[in-house]
């Protein structure tokens, strides 16, 4: 049957130009001419059905992060529209490229209280800021389209085109070319590219004397500096500097090197907390973490920051020098001219505070618990990980674990939703890690209180995708310790205040038994004696495996040494005053706490 092309059928042809190779969404009747338009295609980007339009969002972004391209996702209006909030808001505080094709009833009903009719202009406003626009005219598409890609590359974020139902069936346009032109029509091509900035002359001069002047040097490491790994690792050796990670930068510094001390903040390990306590100078790269207070305190350090975007510049910390440029370009000009200079002593204090870590890491995972210590599952699992792994982290105690027993070869690219720090990303986000390479195996570490928010929904996604997977090497490892463990330890911590159980409490669910039912393989481990024979069956299965790992709650999330000892007293009172039900957590923050000290003397 022949079709006239319609502007849905432009959506896709531009889809294509801009080498789109997936969509992720759901259906409804607002998308359907897309829908429809994918269909007929036989060059169309492929369609990545969810089981929610959240989690396609969340899928879109994780398609960006692990492909280094532009997210896209497609909803209908109404309901599915707002369901995407959550994944446009990760991507805009991880700074990611997304482009998100919505759906809107008919325009002759706008404004009449019609079904499903939200004002989606003031629903996105925030969200996508830099290029928010709605589609009112057949030939107005192709600009629309290229500039919400154009803007989502320029400004790493996410934007939002509304196209209304009618005028995705419109007839599409004859597209003005070379030999003509019109007024009130603008002529448009998708492309878009991006020079290399370089700082300018005085800042790099200045920065320079500001480093040379240091004798405790601390660098604080962003994803900004994905491009430059081995760039700054000669500028931490000319400068003997410690190096510390925001979360987002955590996959891009070799953690085996003896000057890395691992990720700062609140989740961070306690060398990075000592690194940043005790420097003189900061040079800050490619980060706009947020964790104002495990910064060094304002006045105690002289500081450098490098980043591509000037507004980031102080934004988290008083620094002397800005230096606006590609990392990878700065970092060789400061490496290049730094001069010589004795910071020996400093260097084996660095490199004993992160030994001394590694010691604590390895005892805290060794810590007998009721069940499966979390610290040890999270520790064997990055031993059996392959090297060429993808890993998916879920917001929540396993961001925790993650960060201070799993430290993986940069080879592995590993995800999580870390500013907007949303539950429920880990599934969503290891499908779209099998989608941009099938033939790697993905990893998944989430709680179980996670995965019931949003993974149940998606390992069925996981069970009719994985028969089409090069690889079928799925691993996906829940903490089920039936507690909301992060919340559960911030009360305690922040509030002095005992665990509420209503609202903590995590049902029962058959983990295993559930992924049996899908198809899937299903394993439950109890003990610490099991667990290296379950995580070498699952990398080596037919299938994808989900581990439902009966992990102990009481492991307590103690924040890394200073801050962590200032937090102690409130954390002991608000078990204290759980009665019989937190002792067992008293006796495991006690010992916590004693490795700590004894380590960190």
């Known amino acids: 049957m022949t079709h006239d092309k319609t502007v849905a059928d432009l959506v896709v042809e531009r889809l294509v130009a801009w080498d789109v190779e997936r969509i992720y969404g759901y259906a409804g009747d607002g998308n ?144 003005a070319g070379d030999d003509g ?17 370089s700082p300018r002359e005085d800042d790099v001069a200045r920065a320079v004397e500001l480093l040379d002047a240091g004798e405790r040097i601390a660098i ?163 031993r059996h990980m392959p090297h060429d792994s993808r890993l998916a982290v879920d917001v929540g105690s396993s961001v925790y674990h993650y960060v201070r027993q799993m430290d993986l070869p940069t080879s592995v690219p590993a995800h999580l939703s870390s500013t907007l720090a949303s539950m429920g990303c880990g599934i969503p986000y290891a499908i779209a890690a099998k989608a941009t390479a099938p033939a790697r195996p993905v990893v998944v570490l989430a709680g179980d209180g996670a995965v019931q928010m949003l993974g149940i929904n998606e390992l069925i996604t996981v069970s009719e995708a994985w028969p089409g997977w090069d690889d079928p090497t799925m691993v996906v490892v829940v903490l089920c310790n039936g507690d909301l463990a992060e919340v559960s330890w911030e009360q305690r911590e922040t509030e002095a205040a005992p665990r509420f159980a209503p609202s903590q409490d995590v049902p029962a669910f058959d983990m295993a038994g559930y992924a049996r039912l899908l198809g899937l393989r299903g394993v439950r481990v109890e003990d610490a004696d099991q667990l290296d024979a379950a995580l070498e069956a699952a990398f080596t299965a037919d299938r994808p495996t989900v581990i439902e790992a009966v992990a102990d709650p009481d492991v307590p999330l103690l924040p890394p040494f200073p801050h962590g000892r200032e937090m102690l007293g409130s954390m002991r009172e608000g078990l204290r005053a759980e009665g019989d039900a937190g002792r067992h957590g008293l006796v495991l923050l006690e010992e916590y706490a004693r490795i700590e000290e004894e380590r960190f003397t």
């Not at 994780?62 to 209908?76: E, I, L």
């Open 220 to 382: 604080l490491a962003g994803r900004g500096m994905a491009g430059a790994r081995q760039e700054l690792m000669d500028l931490a050796e000319a400068l003997d500097a410690g190096v510390t990670m925001s979360l987002l930068g955590k996959p891009y510094v070799d953690e085996s090197h003896p000057l890395v001390g691992g990720t700062m903040g609140h989740l961070g390990t306690t060398a990075s907390a000592r690194i940043l306590q005790n420097c003189d100078t900061l040079l800050i790269v490619g980060s706009n973490d947020p964790w104002t207070e495990f910064y060094p305190v304002p006045g105690q350090a002289r500081a450098v920051q490098i980043d591509l975007d000037p507004s980031h510049l102080a934004n988290r910390y008083p620094v002397e020098v800005g230096l606006v440029g590609d990392a990878a370009v700065a970092l060789r000009a400061l490496t290049g001219r730094v001069g010589e200079r004795d910071r020996s002593a400093w260097r084996a204090e660095v490199e004993k505070r992160v030994g001394q870590w590694r010691e604590i890491s390895r005892e805290r995972a060794e810590v007998p618990a009721r069940g499966l210590n979390p610290e040890l599952v999270a520790r064997s699992l990055c």
């Open 181 to 197: 032109q019109e007024h009130g029509v603008v002529v448009t091509a998708p492309e878009w590219t991006h020079g290399v900035v």
């Open 32 to 175: 359907n001419p897309i829908l429809g338009a994918l269909q007929r295609s036989d060059v169309a980007p492929r369609f990545m059905r969810a089981r929610h339009e959240e989690s396609a969002a969340f899928m879109a972004v994780a398609d960006a992060k692990y492909s280094g391209g532009v997210g896209v996702v497609n909803s209908t209006q109404g309901p599915g529209a707002v369901h995407l909030l959550n994944g446009l808001y990760d991507a805009k505080l991880d700074s990611v490229p997304l482009v998100a094709l919505v759906a809107q009833q008919h325009t002759g009903v706008l404004g009449s209280g019609y079904q499903q009719e939200i004002d989606l202009s003031s629903v996105f406003a925030d969200v996508a800021g830099p290029y928010l626009q709605t589609v009112v005219a057949a030939d107005q598409l192709p600009m629309v389209i290229d500039r919400a890609f154009r803007a989502a590359l320029t400004h790493r974020t996410p934007v939002v085109v509304v196209i209304p139902h009618d005028v995705q069936n419109a007839p599409a346009p004859e597209l």
